[in-house]
């Protein structure tokens, strides 16, 4: 499958690249010596794959399904596939790190969380957002992971560790923009609800591995467990439980993913009193059983 686009940017003068045949592309030019040439292309081309685009430091400009638009410092771009693209110039010193991912690998990925992209929020094929100095560690510590096993010679578990990363790359990102489209819609400049939001998401970050309760989150952010998820719903689609749900299940397909741990070793580490209870609660959340998970892995 040609596509253009990487021919350019991964030109030697250009960006440092590594890949996984029609599966996965990384490009980077904050290693090089020398500047960025400028980028260039005829024309606009098709694009089959999502492109995500962080750049940080400097600015691209690109055109995307006819519309000329300039990717700045702390900027992320994410494209859906099939939209035209077109890298027209970069500034002399700009510095980007660049996922993409093609269309059989994004579907397994996707499959593997559960959720997909609102195409509703892409009315242009592409959106562009700032990035908070959490997020924009995210993409370049998931950036230099990827990489890391890209490289490294083939084993039996090579694309599920791949798979997981890109799960934590693709949550991130779309967290990012479900935020902005929830504070969009709503107008909800209330910064204190906000700043609870974001102590929550830090706190499940820290406790979702052994505490499952939103008392337990709300007596942490000293509020009432009804008002964390009316907070949480201000900022997502999903009220307090859900997102404490989806944060255990997450840790958990971790384990059988990375871990390779048994059902019984994970019900431990989660601290469920009984494999009965861990199953169940892992099926309610991701809508199938850890050993249906693990199956869908090898698939």
């Not at 999903?238 to 397909?253: D, F, P, R």
């Given at each position: 499958m040609a596509f253009p686009v990487i021919d350019i940017l991964s030109h030697e003068a250009?960006?440092?690249?590594?890949?996984?045949?029609?599966?996965?592309?990384?490009?980077?030019?904050?290693?090089?010596?020398?500047?960025?040439?400028?980028?260039?292309?005829?024309?606009?081309?098709?694009?089959?794959?999502?492109?995500?685009?962080?750049?940080?430091?400097?600015?691209?400009?690109?055109?995307?399904?006819?519309?000329?638009?300039?990717?700045?410092?702390?900027?992320?771009?994410?494209?859906?596939?099939?939209?035209?693209?077109?890298?027209?110039?970069?500034?002399?010193?700009?510095?980007?790190?660049?996922?993409?991912?093609?269309?059989?690998?994004?579907?397994?990925t996707f499959d593997d969380i559960y959720i997909n992209y609102d195409r509703t929020v892409y009315e242009k094929g592409f959106l562009i957002e700032d990035c908070i100095e959490e997020q924009m560690s995210i993409y370049q510590l998931l950036y230099t992971e990827l990489r890391k096993e890209c490289v490294r010679m083939n084993y039996e578990y090579k694309m599920i560790v791949i798979?997981?990363?890109?799960?934590?790359?693709?949550?991130?990102?779309?967290?990012?923009?479900?935020?902005?489209?929830?504070?969009?819609?709503?107008?909800?400049?209330?910064?204190?609800?906000?700043?609870?939001?974001?102590?929550?998401?830090?706190?499940?970050?820290?406790?979702?591995?052994t505490e499952r309760t939103v008392q337990f989150y709300a007596d942490l952010l000293h509020i009432s467990p009804k008002y964390l998820s009316f907070v949480a719903l201000q900022y997502s689609d999903?009220?307090?439980?859900?997102?404490?749900?989806?944060?255990?299940?997450?840790?958990?397909?971790t384990m059988i993913s990375i871990h390779h741990m048994t059902s019984a070793e994970i019900a431990q580490e989660l601290q469920f009193p009984n494999l009965i209870s861990y199953n169940r609660f892992f099926k309610r959340i991701a809508g199938i059983t850890p050993k249906e998970y693990k199956k869908s892995l090898n698939n």
């Open positions: 250009n960006a440092s690249m590594v890949m996984i045949p029609e599966e996965l592309v990384l490009l980077d030019n904050y290693g090089l010596v020398r500047p960025l040439a400028p980028l260039k292309t005829s024309e606009s081309v098709k694009i089959d794959q999502m492109i995500i685009c962080f750049v940080m430091q400097g600015s691209i400009h690109v055109r995307i399904n006819g519309e000329e638009t300039d990717i700045m410092a702390g900027q992320v771009m994410t494209t859906l596939p099939e939209s035209e693209g077109e890298f027209m110039n970069a500034s002399s010193d700009c510095r980007y790190i660049m996922f993409v991912i093609f269309p059989d690998l994004l579907k397994k798979r997981s990363y890109l799960n934590a790359l693709l949550i991130n990102n779309m967290k990012l923009f479900e935020t902005t489209k929830k504070q969009e819609q709503q107008g909800n400049t209330n910064s204190r609800q906000y700043d609870l939001f974001q102590k929550f998401l830090e706190a499940l970050n820290n406790y979702a591995k999903k009220n307090a439980s859900q997102w404490i749900g989806e944060y255990v299940v997450h840790h958990a397909k």
